[in-house]
């Protein structure tokens, strides 16, 4: 392979997804750039521009005009951080989300287009051709934080989510086949009474394959949402995927106007109970029960959304 080899197929790739011209790709007045920087905001609530540049690998000049123009726009507030006076918080307004979101929607359908045109039986090929690429660029190096992104399911996700959840809990508690009932009844009662202004699922991604997931969903108490499966793949640890999907799911339910997030886990999660901790959680109730042949103690959690909103 030469240089020329891989130029050739950076400009066939760019002209394919309409790079060059992006703005008009998607009906929107927004470069490549732009997008992927709301992109990053949407799918990273709380970050400043350190935080952006260093991800995006942007000049700084840049970034600031890019930001600037969103201000202007109504897309973005910029706050002083609350961990650093030094750093300024960039947060979507209710706008910007809307932007974002209507971008991603306008880029899926673009890539779904894409994806049409190619057989169904070549698009495996397709997949693994790209999962190539990415190895072998990455030199080597192991996955940073900046590597996972979260987005909502596509087909074939919400089967992922019985399957690794039923795996995982077997390995790593001892849990039996009925903890794989009980999570299948959960995502068959999302599927069938779904509400998408009220519930989201998110999977968070990493090259290409899914390594973590959390729902929320309506609670029986009218104005509570409830967390539900939330999973982070072992091989995926330590990249902070559980505490981005925490602050995903928060962030939406205060944003959709929930009361309060209502949670029930046990014990034993310590991980996941230490996630719970960080983002204002009290444990409200302890009770012993012998489920999924296991003794085990569940614990009911709460988060006070009236009282942590900034």
Same mark, same amino acid.
């Given at each position: 392979?030469?240089?020329? %080899? $891989?130029?050739a197929?950076?400009?066939?790739?760019?002209?394919?997804?309409?790079?060059?011209?992006?703005?008009?790709?998607?009906? *929107?007045?927004y470069?490549?750039?732009?997008?992927?920087?709301?992109?990053?905001?949407?799918?990273?609530?709380?970050?400043?521009?350190?935080?952006?540049?260093?991800?995006?690998?942007?000049?700084?000049?840049?970034l600031?005009? +890019?930001?600037?123009?969103?201000?202007?726009?109504?897309?973005?507030?910029?706050?002083t951080?609350?961990?650093?006076?030094?750093?300024?918080?960039?947060?979507?307004? =209710?706008?910007?989300?809307?932007?974002?979101?209507?971008?991603?929607e306008?880029?899926?359908?673009?890539? &779904?287009?894409?994806? *049409?045109?190619?057989?169904?039986?070549?698009r495996?090929?397709?997949?693994?051709a790209?999962?190539? /690429?990415r190895e072998?660029?990455? %030199?080597?190096?192991p996955?940073?934080? =900046?590597? $996972?992104?979260?987005?909502?399911?596509?087909?074939g %996700?919400?089967?992922?989510? +019985?399957?690794?959840? *039923?795996a995982l809990?077997a390995?790593?508690?001892?849990?039996?086949?009925?903890?794989?009932?009980?999570?299948? #009844?959960? /995502?068959?009662?999302?599927? =069938?009474?779904?509400?998408? #202004?009220?519930e989201?699922?998110?999977?968070?991604?990493?090259?290409?394959?899914?390594?973590?997931? /959390?729902?929320c969903?309506?609670?029986? $108490?009218?104005?509570?949402?409830?967390?539900r499966?939330?999973? $982070? =793949?072992?091989?995926?640890?330590?990249?902070? +995927?559980?505490?981005?999907?925490?602050?995903?799911l928060?962030?939406?339910?205060?944003?959709?106007?929930?009361? %309060?997030?209502?949670l029930?886990?046990?014990?034993?999660? &310590?991980?996941? #109970?230490?996630?719970?901790?960080?983002?204002?959680? /009290?444990?409200t109730?302890?009770?012993?029960?012998?489920?999924? &042949?296991?003794?085990?103690? &569940?614990?009911?959690?709460r988060?006070?959304? #009236?009282?942590t909103?900034?």
């Open positions: 392979m030469t240089v020329q %080899d $891989v130029r197929f950076n400009r066939f790739y760019t002209n394919v997804i309409g790079a060059l011209d992006y703005s008009r790709h998607l009906y *929107a007045p470069t490549l750039t732009e997008s992927r920087v709301l992109y990053e905001l949407a799918h990273s609530p709380r970050t400043d521009a350190v935080d952006l540049r260093t991800e995006l690998s942007l000049d700084a000049g840049y600031s005009r +890019i930001l600037n123009k969103f201000e202007q726009d109504g897309l973005i507030e910029r706050t951080s609350d961990l650093d006076p030094r750093r300024r918080r960039i947060t979507l307004t =209710e706008s910007g989300r809307k932007t974002a979101t209507l971008l991603a306008r880029a899926n359908e673009s890539v &779904g287009a894409l994806l *049409a045109t190619v057989p169904s039986p070549d495996p090929r397709l997949a693994e790209m999962r190539t /690429v072998l660029l990455s %030199d080597g190096r996955p940073r934080r =900046e590597d $996972v992104v979260l987005r909502e399911p596509v087909p %996700d919400l089967g992922w989510i +019985i399957q690794r959840n *039923a809990y390995a790593e508690y001892g849990f039996d086949a009925d903890y794989e009932g009980l999570v299948a #009844r959960i /995502v068959a009662d999302y599927t =069938e009474d779904h509400d998408p #202004r009220l989201r699922t998110w999977i968070a991604e990493l090259d290409g394959r899914p390594v973590g997931c /959390v729902m969903v309506r609670d029986e $108490v009218p104005g509570s949402a409830r967390l499966l939330l999973l $982070v =793949e072992p091989d995926a640890r330590g990249l902070g +995927i559980g505490d981005r999907l925490v602050g995903a928060v962030d939406f339910a205060r944003d959709v106007g929930y009361r %309060d997030i209502v029930w886990t046990n014990d034993i999660l &310590g991980a996941a #109970r230490r996630i719970y901790q960080r983002h204002g959680f /009290v444990l109730a302890e009770k012993q029960h012998r489920s999924f &042949g296991q003794d085990l103690t &569940g614990q009911d959690w988060l006070d959304l #009236r009282g909103g900034e």
